[in-house]
């Protein structure tokens, strides 16, 4: 039998260990965690993600803090922003919201969030760390940290004598993924758009990770029996059984027909999804605890 895997519960269960931790950082040094979260202009899809990050923080027991701005916000203002935010010793986390206007530079705006309160791990600091096997110095970009709970829930810690595949090459995602894949042992490729033979490469994957912005790229036949199939895409795409112009949300592995060959398996929506929000949370409370100057809990 192949198993669903979870990411909405597997979510829940860390979202409730964010709670009691910045519960205890309340009553224990009297700190409440903050949350920024910086989004600009008026992308709808982008605007719902926001708004799901800041009632989750509030869930939470964060302050959560939202700065709408508008479209023509130029890069200086900003970088102003961020630096009024870096310097809020209320605000523990910052998340600018991706991608930004076509207009503003976002690496620079990345780059100037202080190490310690970049939440989303995309400051090269916490990258490097990442990179160098310091897991537990930084700040871990938050979806492979949720894909990667989901991999320890089906294998354990140590992936010692396991294939991986990684599709994606992103310092988003592909990177990160793969870094941590090799952290816990397991013998790691990073596959891409100039890979020769996809499929058969992705057929010696024990655990294939999927993030390549392609609807349902992957199909049965690119999946060993057994393994484990992580789903990092989501694809809106028509759906016309549905009505006229109404649309569905897919991932990049043809789900139907790989969960007949997995072993386990995420869903879209329901997987790696809400385990970005739930990593966001729990990198917030590490942040905070940081600060305070208590040990950080893990998640
Ligand atoms: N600085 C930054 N950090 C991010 O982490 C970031 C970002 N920018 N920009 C956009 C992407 C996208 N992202 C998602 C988070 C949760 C779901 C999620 O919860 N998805 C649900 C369904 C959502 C729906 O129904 O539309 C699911 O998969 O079950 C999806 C996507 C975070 N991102």
């Given at each position: 039998?192949?198993?669903?895997?979870?990411?909405?519960?597997?979510?829940?269960?860390?979202?409730?260990?964010?709670?009691?931790?910045?519960?205890?950082?309340?009553?224990?040094?009297?700190?409440?965690?903050?949350?920024?979260?910086?989004i600009v202009g008026d992308d709808?899809?982008s605007?719902?993600?926001?708004?799901?990050?800041?009632?989750?923080?509030?869930?939470?027991?964060?302050?959560?803090?939202?700065?709408?701005?508008p479209e023509?916000?130029?890069?200086?203002?900003?970088?102003?922003?961020?630096?009024?935010?870096?310097?809020?010793?209320?605000?523990?986390?910052?998340?600018?919201?991706?991608?930004?206007p076509?207009?503003?530079?976002?690496?620079?705006?990345?780059?100037?969030?202080?190490?310690?309160?970049?939440?989303?791990?995309?400051?090269?600091?916490?990258?490097?760390?990442?990179?160098?096997?310091?897991?537990?110095?930084?700040?871990?970009?938050?979806?492979?940290?949720?894909?990667?709970?989901?991999?320890?829930?089906?294998?354990?810690?140590?992936?010692?004598?396991?294939?991986?595949?990684?599709?994606?090459?992103?310092?988003?995602?592909?990177?990160?993924?793969?870094?941590?894949?090799?952290?816990?042992?397991?013998?790691?490729?990073?596959?891409?758009?100039?890979?020769?033979?996809?499929?058969?490469?992705?057929?010696?994957?024990?655990?294939?990770?999927?993030?390549?912005?392609?609807?349902?790229?992957?199909?049965?036949?690119?999946?060993?029996?057994?393994?484990?199939?992580?789903?990092?895409?989501?694809?809106?795409?028509?759906?016309?059984?549905?009505?006229?112009?109404?649309?569905?949300?897919?991932?990049?592995?043809?789900?139907?027909?790989?969960?007949?060959?997995?072993?386990?398996?995420?869903?879209?929506?329901?997987?790696?999804?809400?385990?970005?929000?739930?990593?966001?949370?729990?990198?917030?409370?590490?942040?905070?605890?940081?600060?305070?100057?208590?040990?950080?809990?893990?998640?």
């Amino acid at each position: 039998m192949t198993t669903i895997i979870d990411g909405k519960q597997v979510a829940a269960s860390v979202i409730d260990a964010v709670k009691s931790a910045a519960r205890e950082l309340e009553q224990d040094a009297g700190v409440k965690t903050g949350l920024a979260v910086v989004i600009v202009g008026d992308d709808p899809a982008s605007h719902a993600y926001v708004s799901s990050k800041s009632r989750m923080a509030k869930e939470c027991g964060f302050t959560s803090i939202q700065h709408t701005l508008p479209e023509e916000t130029t890069q200086e203002e900003l970088a102003a922003l961020v630096q009024t935010l870096n310097a809020d010793d209320t605000i523990h986390g910052i998340l600018v919201q991706l991608p930004l206007p076509k207009h503003l530079n976002s690496e620079p705006i990345i780059q100037s969030i202080l190490p310690e309160k970049d939440v989303d791990g995309l400051h090269v600091v916490n990258a490097g760390k990442l990179a160098t096997g310091d897991l537990d110095g930084g700040l871990i970009s938050c979806t492979p940290a949720g894909a990667m709970v989901l991999v320890r829930g089906i294998h354990g810690d140590d992936l010692s004598g396991l294939n991986a595949v990684v599709i994606g090459r992103s310092n988003l995602f592909g990177k990160p993924m793969a870094a941590l894949l090799v952290n816990a042992n397991a013998t790691v490729t990073t596959a891409h758009s100039r890979t020769k033979d996809l499929a058969a490469v992705c057929r010696n994957a024990d655990i294939l990770v999927a993030a390549v912005g392609r609807p349902e790229m992957v199909k049965a036949d690119w999946v060993k029996p057994g393994a484990t199939v992580i789903d990092v895409g989501i694809n809106r795409v028509l759906a016309p059984e549905k009505g006229e112009g109404k649309s569905r949300l897919v991932g990049d592995v043809a789900f139907e027909e790989c969960a007949k060959v997995a072993g386990a398996i995420t869903p879209v929506p329901g997987g790696v999804g809400p385990m970005t929000i739930a990593m966001l949370m729990a990198n917030t409370v590490i942040a905070a605890y940081r600060k305070s100057g208590r040990k950080a809990p893990k998640f």
